[in-house]
């Protein structure tokens, strides 16, 4: 059913040992409707990995199952061993999972600063009684959070911490993906989801956003899942591919070897289109996207 | 004004929208009430406790009302909360029609009807409590409401407050960015109730009783009208709805009939107008009507409220030139003139 996970022969520039989230099995019905089948996948510390497919595979769909927001049916989920089935979405956000949203889901009415400091939710420890009698504890807890909220902004340049004191409703769609990020990165997380991080975006846009996903691996160290719908991209940054198709993953492995992978092209294209016509395609938006 | 800011928390905050408050004012009151009179140690078949001594148990029983008025609150949240919007309120708004009811059955404790009698005032160093005098409860509820306000504000700027407003905001967006959606719900609710809980112990000891009928589902409406009439969410905004609508509704209406028939006040004329057309008639039979016509009006002239948190101006604004979706519970403008016409009826 699926193509055998190929190995890495060369890793990514640091070498990486270990799992830092493994997928085993991993099923989910709605009703009669198998979203998710027997989906397995390997996560390795400070991999970048896309995982693609057609509309209605069940991308957003493993997403859900791997934060907490819907349960597996069968299988398990496991981050650095340890499984996270039953866990509630805050729950496996201490565990150190955060994400971002398809169709971003920011709190509207809320400043930039201030969705970035519920993104550090779990890492503020005032209690009932310090937050009323503000002890000095809490008002440092509290500068601090402000502070790396600032630090988190600044990640993305200098515009979006100018605009902090804003209600995230009057940003643009690009920045409004990037506050996103930096609220999802408040919690220090270990792997960061990323819900289609281009979606609706220009093609400059896009291209700022594929160097801030790598950047988000090469300086923060962070481990990077995303789904993502232009195959430019997704070839340009990932170090893995997994394709999903009806909920069960047909493929995975190198850009280069999924993108070769005739499941794929049929997958994405249908039975009868030429391999050539897809390889063309994918490689000249591949080298739009690297730069 | 305690109670619209306590409410305020669960509802302006938290967009948990509570049809029920006033039980939990209820159960603040009867606290005090049956711990403040002869009637727990009636009841309790004990000696009864030296009144002397029994006004100073106000103090910590202030606080203790409010912890028994929280526990409600988290009591009544743990099994609701999982419903939102519209369902949430309709629990509430049965939770506020049941404890009265309780109280008022539950006659072997609490007197039924005839309600709790005889219940103490506190006592402070050399202070003159009686009922006559109501310079002390003056200052009392002064001093309780700057407290309300400071915990309110403090509430509100603190991680907490942001869990709230994230959740009225987004909960599954609130929940992956590691909020507790329960637990910080319930203690929406608790922090709610408590403040109804000193506002219940407060009442109980300026009436000098505890009365079934003193909570209705109108009480409700009408703190939920200061919440909103004030600005949803917005600290200066509910003590000031507090104000406007208390003074509308009890202050303004109710001396209407006394304004009309003083021959040199112009209400005077405009009654004898009205009794030309309609014979009998008075300004107390048509108060309610009258009180909602006022919130009708504020509602459209100002429906954001009078002094709105800037979050919610700009929700208002945006969603009049954008329309962006909106969840059930973002329809709430909506709804208090809706509530005032349910009131008048």
């Known amino acids: 059913m699926s193509v055998k996970p190929v190995k890495l022969a060369d890793e990514p520039a640091e070498p990486v040992s270990g799992t830092l989230l493994e997928l085993s099995g991993v099923t989910k019905y709605f009703g009669g409707l198998a979203a998710v089948q027997d989906v397995d996948l390997v996560i390795k510390p400070k991999e970048i990995v896309s995982v693609i497919g057609p509309n209605g595979a069940g991308k957003t769909t493993v997403f859900n199952l791997i934060t907490g927001i819907y349960r597996p049916t069968s299988g398990d989920v496991r981050l650095d061993g340890r499984s996270l089935l039953g866990l509630n979405p805050d729950q496996v956000v201490k565990r150190g999972i955060t994400r971002t949203f398809q169709n971003i889901r920011l709190f509207n009415n809320m400043t930039v600063m201030e969705n970035v400091l519920v993104g550090q939710h779990t890492q503020l420890k005032a209690n009932l009684f310090g937050l009323l009698f503000h002890t000095p504890a809490v008002v440092h807890e509290e500068a601090d959070a402000r502070q790396r909220a600032v630090e988190l902004l600044s990640f993305f340049g200098p515009e979006l ?33 990323l819900d289609e991080p281009t979606a609706g975006m220009n093609e400059v846009e896009t291209l700022e956003a594929v160097k801030y996903v790598r950047r988000l691996r090469d300086e923060l160290n962070l481990t990077i899942l995303l789904i993502e719908h232009k195959l430019a991209v997704t070839m340009g940054i990932s170090d893995r591919i997994a394709v999903l198709d009806y909920g069960r993953k047909i493929a995975e492995g190198l850009p280069e070897e999924v993108r070769s992978n005739e499941k794929v092209i049929e997958a994405y294209l249908g039975k009868s289109a030429t391999a050539t016509a897809s390889q063309n395609e994918a490689s000249t938006a591949d080298q739009q996207a690297i730069e | 004004m305690i109670l619209a800011l306590g409410l305020n928390i669960v509802v302006g905050f938290a967009g948990l929208l509570d049809l029920g408050y006033v039980a939990f004012f209820a159960i603040g009151c009867y606290v005090w009430g049956m711990i403040g009179s002869t009637q727990l140690t009636n009841v ?77 005032s506190p006592a402070f160093f050399g202070i003159d409590w009686s009922i006559i005098t109501p310079a002390p409860y003056y200052y009392l509820i002064l ?129 004898s107008a009205i009794v030309h057309v309609i014979p009998g008639f008075t300004f107390g039979n048509i108060r309610n009507l009258l009180f909602g016509i006022v919130l009708v009006v504020i509602m459209i002239f100002r429906p954001e409220g009078l002094i709105p948190s800037a979050r919610r101006r700009r929700e208002l604004r945006a969603s009049t030139e954008e329309a962006p979706e909106m969840g059930s519970l973002d329809v709430m403008p909506g709804t208090p003139g809706f509530e005032t016409e349910v009131r008048v009826e």
Not at chain 2, 82 to 92: E, F, N, P, Q, S
Not at chain 2, 171 to 183: D, K, M
């Open chain 2, 143 to 271: 001093a309780l409401i700057a407290l309300s306000i400071f915990a309110n504000i403090r509430l509100r700027d603190s991680r907490l407050g942001r869990a709230w407003i994230a959740i009225r905001e987004d909960e599954v967006a609130a929940a992956s960015s590691g909020v507790n959606l329960v637990n910080t719900k319930l203690f929406a609710f608790g922090a709610g109730a408590f403040f109804s809980g000193v506002a219940g112990a407060y009442y109980a000891a300026k009436l000098g009783g505890a009365s079934p009928d003193n909570f209705s589902f109108n009480d409700s409406v009408i703190y939920l009208a200061m919440v909103v009439i004030g600005g949803i969410g917005s600290i200066p905004g509910v003590i000031v709805g507090a104000l406007v609508v208390y003074s509308i509704n009890e202050l303004i209406l109710a001396q209407l009939d006394t304004l009309a028939s003083d021959p040199t006040n112009f209400m005077f004329f405009v009654r």
């Open chain 1, 161 to 193: 911490v100018a605009r902090q004191e804003e209600y995230v409703v009057n940003l643009s769609y690009a920045e409004k993906r990037r506050v996103e990020i930096a609220r999802a990165l408040g919690a220090k997380p270990a792997l960061l989801l």
């Open chain 2, 44 to 120: 309790l078949n004990v000696a009864p406790i030296d009144p002397h001594i029994l006004s100073w148990l106000f103090w910590p029983m202030l606080l203790g009302a409010a912890l028994v008025a929280a526990f409600f609150g988290v009591i009544l949240g743990a099994p609701t909360l999982r419903l939102r919007g519209d369902y949430l309120a309709i629990v509430t708004l049965g939770f506020g029609e049941i404890v009265p009811i309780v109280l008022l059955e539950l006659d072997k404790y609490t007197n039924g009807t005839n309600g709790i009698v005889g219940v103490q």
